[in-house]
């Protein structure tokens, strides 16, 4: 037995505890068949659902241990044609109230040639161990009155192991007299692999008879197909691993380019000798209590967290996963998961000064190839709307016939954001828009192309019915944009989770697959020179699919915004999209709420991270999640805390 504790997981326990391993009871599951409680009739079919993920004794079934929480039966029989007639073959109950010891599994109409089969699948990479059965034979030696002979049953049996492919891995003939007890015990013993299904049958063969009738040497005679069940079917499951064993998916531990976002996925696999508790489980971020949801199906307890806010960028972090098993001197475990935040930086562009110049982040945006009719002005009201009443700097693009044209941006301060793949796979791309009318019933706006040479299509289109998206994540319902309307039109793409979401003025119109990490939505990074995005037009040679349209604002991040936060940002502003967040920034607010303490910072603010630290004199500045709509109701503790805003 292997009692090494598995990469990142650390076991304290007494000697004592060790020494108490080899007295956990073996874990089987052994269906007795001993009820007459409905639907459990007398001569009814054994329903599908009986002795599955059996994990505590119920009627006609005893567990002991663990059980067999992860394996699914499947109750089957195979007719050979020849015997075709009525009844089938099937499982039945053979349950006699008056008469305990015929409480057993009917090998209903088992003729020879026929088989009974039982499939045993299991879940969570279990193995199967199939071990025994009793055959039960129904009656004993019988004196025939008209010619003073014994006659007696006898009835023959090869027993297999198959798996899926119905190839034998274990097997064997078995026959014997039928004397009205189930003390004929099929001894198989066999363990499949991991998540290996396996099969039990039982097929009927033809018995060598014999006797001379007298009373110590009956006649033999091929039982009769109804007279034939089995008893006390005896398996258990195994796992790999005599301890719990703990997988978390996220983070990654040593991740260093993890999502700004509170979230953490884990599972604990039970050992075969001990397992978890599950009201034991304690999560912690920094040494800060957390609430995940924890749930468990048969040996696997499942751990997640997720939580509004945001998590200062570069910063690094521990989860720590704690629990203990159920042995009688219970054994601790510790599971620490470290991270680092991605470095992320945000961008934009609000044409302030009648150029391209840049008014947040270290980017730039420049002209293809000449500013081909662009110009700049100031809303009017009437021709080109205020936003929300209030006027506003604008970019004028006029709709290009040249495929050289076009704005390019570059993202300096931006990075490889997902693990070492050397792209920008997860960003939002946000833009304060007026399209004019009259709107073609066509692809009429390119938003943008990842190729910034355009040397392809656009990679987000609309459509003159107002919808807006790309072939692959799909289009949302026509009139998400309207004509002559300003709005606010965000996409995210988050290539790691595989999924583009559009929003429209805060609210989410459209989600859909992407093309996975570096695919056709990945930008380049600062690890390549040049520039990284395209706007405004597109590639296609087979036509021209572009539109003239107001560009107030054009911002940027490169992380994934939450629903929360595009709800945040909400609809078009005269100042700005993310540049009104950071300047000035925003101070923080504390309230009493119901003796608990909520602190909160102005709507429209995003892009900050709330931390808390003990002290001032050395502070160890920990993430605060729970973040909702820039506010979150802390219980107060016995000591003080003190927080703050980061970017």
Do not use: C
Not at 437 to 455: A, K
């Amino acid at each position: 037995m292997n009692s090494q504790p598995p990469l990142n997981l650390l076991r304290v326990a007494a000697i004592t505890s060790v020494l108490t391993m080899s007295m956990v009871v073996r874990a089987d599951t052994i269906l007795t068949f001993d009820t007459v409680a409905p639907p459990q009739f007398h001569n009814a079919a054994i329903p599908q659902s009986f002795g599955d993920n059996a994990s505590s004794s119920s009627s006609g079934i005893i567990v002991t241990g663990i059980g067999t929480p992860d394996i699914n039966l499947t109750w089957g029989a195979t007719n050979n044609p020849a015997n075709a007639s009525s009844p089938s073959q099937r499982w039945d109950y053979y349950s006699i109230a008056s008469e305990d010891f015929w409480r057993l599994a009917q090998l209903n109409q088992s003729r020879v040639n026929d088989a009974h089969e039982l499939t045993f699948t299991p879940a969570n990479a279990a193995r199967v161990v199939i071990k025994s059965f009793n055959f039960h034979g129904y009656y004993p030696s019988v004196l025939n009155p008209t010619n003073s002979l014994y006659y007696q049953e006898r009835f023959t049996y090869r027993w297999d192991v198959l798996d899926t492919n119905l190839t034998s891995l274990a097997g064997a003939t078995y026959s014997f007299l039928s004397n009205s007890n189930k003390d004929h015990q099929v001894s198989i013993n066999y363990t499949g692999s991991n998540g290996q299904p396996l099969i039990l049958r039982l097929t009927r063969i033809a018995s060598t008879l014999g006797g001379t009738g007298a009373i110590n040497d009956p006649i033999q005679v091929e039982g009769d197909p109804a007279d034939i069940g089995i008893d006390d079917i005896t398996f258990s499951e195994e796992t790999s691993n005599t301890d719990p064993v703990v997988n978390v998916t996220a983070p990654i531990n040593g991740e260093t380019n993890h999502a700004p976002a509170f979230f953490y996925r884990a599972t604990i696999l039970d050992g075969f000798s001990r397992q978890a508790v599950v009201n034991t489980v304690r999560l912690r971020l920094d040494g800060d209590l957390l609430s995940p949801t924890i749930g468990k199906t048969g040996l696997v307890t499942t751990v997640t967290f997720a939580a509004g806010g945001l998590i200062r960028s570069g910063s690094t972090h521990t989860y720590s996963l704690t629990f203990e098993d159920n042995a009688g001197s219970p054994a601790s475990y510790t599971n620490q998961t470290a991270f680092t935040v991605q470095y992320y930086s945000s961008y934009e562009w609000r044409f302030l000064n009648g150029d391209l110049s840049t008014d947040l982040g270290d980017g730039t945006m420049n002209y293809v190839a000449g500013d081909a009719g662009t110009t700049f002005g100031t809303t009017d009201g009437s021709t080109v709307p205020h936003i929300s009443g209030s006027p506003a700097k604008y970019m004028h693009v006029p709709g290009f016939t040249s495929d050289a044209d076009g704005y390019q941006l570059t993202f300096n301060s931006s990075g490889p954001n997902v693990g070492t793949n050397a792209y920008l796979n997860r960003y939002s791309l946000m833009f304060d828009v007026m399209i004019p009318s009259p709107w073609p019933v066509d692809y009429i706006v390119p938003f943008f192309n990842t190729d910034p040479f355009n040397l392809n299509d656009a990679d987000f289109y609309l459509y003159g019915t107002g919808e807006i998206g790309i072939g692959g994540p799909g289009y949302s319902s026509p009139g998400a944009l309207t004509p002559d309307a300003w709005a606010r039109l965000i996409v995210v793409v988050d290539l790691k989770a595989n999924t583009l979401t559009y929003y429209v003025n805060g609210t989410s119109v459209k989600s859909g697959p992407a093309t996975g990490l570096g695919g056709r939505w990945a930008l380049y990074s600062n690890q390549d020179a040049g520039p990284d995005l395209l706007l405004f037009n597109e590639g296609d040679s087979g036509g021209v699919y572009t539109h003239e349209l107001y560009v107030s604002s054009v911002a940027f991040t490169d992380r994934v915004l939450s629903a929360g936060e595009a709800a945040t940002l909400g609809g078009p502003n005269a100042n700005g999209i993310l540049v009104r967040s950071f300047s000035p920034q925003p101070a923080l607010n504390l309230q009493s709420a119901g003796g608990n303490a909520t602190i909160s910072w102005p709507a429209g603010h995003v892009g900050y991270a709330l931390e808390q630290a003990d002290n001032l004199m050395a502070p160890q500045w920990k993430p605060v999640a729970g973040i909702t709509n820039n506010a979150v109701t802390l219980v107060p503790s016995a000591s003080a805390k003190f927080f703050r805003l980061v970017q």
